[in-house]
């Protein structure tokens, strides 16, 4: 068993921990990152760039259709499911690479194994080696729920499945109307499955301005996308011939490939932490002050784990702006002001700051542009 000694050990090599692995290690601190899955996290291996890879695939049906308007002559085009996994697998190879590459460049040490917090000052790895640490930052990220807890729901999947089906689905019933919901529903509407969103609010995307939902729920079944709103799956079976869910309005599909898209929830069993005095919130979140603080001194937490605003470029800042603070000698903190999001739902809708309806709460004026 070997013993060695670091400033810091990050564990997790997604968004958030890569960032703040590398800028540590430039400021001169002696770096380690530790990822038992693949480097780059959710939204480099099974999130954001895939996603938007399939979002495109998804788009060249309209351009199909247009082009002969532009003097084009197609065959009738014929879509590859596994010609597109292929290539996506390829490019996330490609960019996991990279993210390995820039790591060792820094000069940060990548402890390809799962990781877990033995103390404040000590973080053991999945061969039984230990290593000394002055800080820890714990950026794991999160990991798919499967909800609601229904009978069947286990015949579902999950979005870290649904990128790699073996076979194109056919039929797809997706639970949920939230940012994966949506943009799957889109992408495999638009692909040729038989798209089914069952959710249980009136409109999609919760949280949304109104306006947004309308026009983003007439779009969807535009594209052929059946919207089951105020009806979500009770219970899910398996059939002879692939699933059938029954809603909450008595309705009956039949599918091949049922997806839980209803949210996500931060990885930390296991990791250790509440022994060595991390408090966690209920769902298992990191509790962490506005510099990335744990309850323990030594331990600190960036991006999903932390269960804030859970989005990449969030993750980033949080990691950029922790190792700045602790390695870099600067007093910086994140603005979680203003964020803003996209969603990649075709077409993608952008959003920043308040909401009509939390802007009409908030103030006795409010004036609305609109342009079609
Ligand atoms: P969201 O929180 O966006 O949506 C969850 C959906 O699941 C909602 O429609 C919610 O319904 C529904 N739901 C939750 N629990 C249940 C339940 N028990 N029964 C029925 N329905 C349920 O989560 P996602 O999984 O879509 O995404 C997770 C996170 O990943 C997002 O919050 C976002 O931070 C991030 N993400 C960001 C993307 C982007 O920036 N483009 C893309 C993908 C993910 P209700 O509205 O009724 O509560």
């Known amino acids: 068993m070997s013993q060695r000694d670091f400033d810091l050990i990050v564990i997790g090599a997604g968004s958030g921990g890569v960032r703040a692995a590398r800028v540590a290690a430039n400021h001169g601190a002696r770096v380690a990152i530790a990822e038992e899955f693949r480097v780059g996290g ?9 996603k938007k890879l399939y979002v495109l695939a998804s788009r060249f049906r309209d351009a199909f259709d247009d082009a002969t308007g532009f003097g084009w002559s197609v065959e009738p085009p014929r879509f590859d499911w596994s010609r597109l996994v292929a290539a996506k697998e390829k490019e996330i190879t ?3 690479g990279l993210y390995a590459q ?5 000069g940060v040490e990548l402890i390809r194994q799962r990781a877990v917090v033995e103390d404040g000052a000590t973080v053991r790895f999945a061969d039984g080696d230990t290593a000394r640490t002055k800080t820890i930052l714990i950026a794991t990220g999160g990991a798919p729920v499967m909800e609601p807890r229904i009978p069947g729901i286990e015949l579902g999947i999950s979005s870290n499945e649904i990128f790699d089906l073996p076979a194109f689905p ?9 940012y994966i919901a949506v943009e799957f529903a889109g992408v495999f509407g638009r692909l040729g499955s038989e798209t089914h969103m069952a959710f249980r609010a009136e409109l999609p995307l919760r949280g949304f301005d109104l306006d947004l939902r309308k026009r983003l729920a007439a779009a969807m079944i535009q594209d052929g996308v059946t919207l089951h709103a105020a009806a979500p799956p009770i219970a899910l079976e398996k059939t002879s011939g692939g699933l059938r869910a029954h809603l909450a309005n008595g309705a009956e599909i039949e599918v091949d490939v049922a997806l839980a898209a209803t949210g996500r929830r931060p990885a930390t069993a296991g990791l250790g932490l509440e022994q060595a005095g991390a408090r966690l919130r209920e769902n298992g979140a990191v509790i962490v002050d506005a510099r990335a603080r744990s309850s323990a001194p030594s331990i600190h937490a960036v991006g999903d784990v932390t269960d804030r605003i859970n989005l990449t470029p969030v993750a980033i800042r949080e990691g950029q702006a922790f190792a700045d603070r602790l390695f870099g000698g600067r007093d910086v903190e994140v603005d979680y002001d ?3 999001s996209a969603v990649f739902s075709t077409p993608e809708i952008g959003t920043v700051g308040l909401t009509e309806e939390e802007a009409t709460q908030r103030f006795a004026e409010v004036a609305v542009f609109a342009t079609a």
């Open 102 to 106: 820039n790591l060792e460049k820094a």
């Open 94 to 96: 490609r960019l996991e």
């Open 338 to 340: 203003s964020v803003p």
């Open 170 to 178: 056919k039929r797809l019933l997706v639970i949920g109307a939230g």
């Open 42 to 50: 959710t939204c480099v291996i099974r999130g954001c760039v895939p």
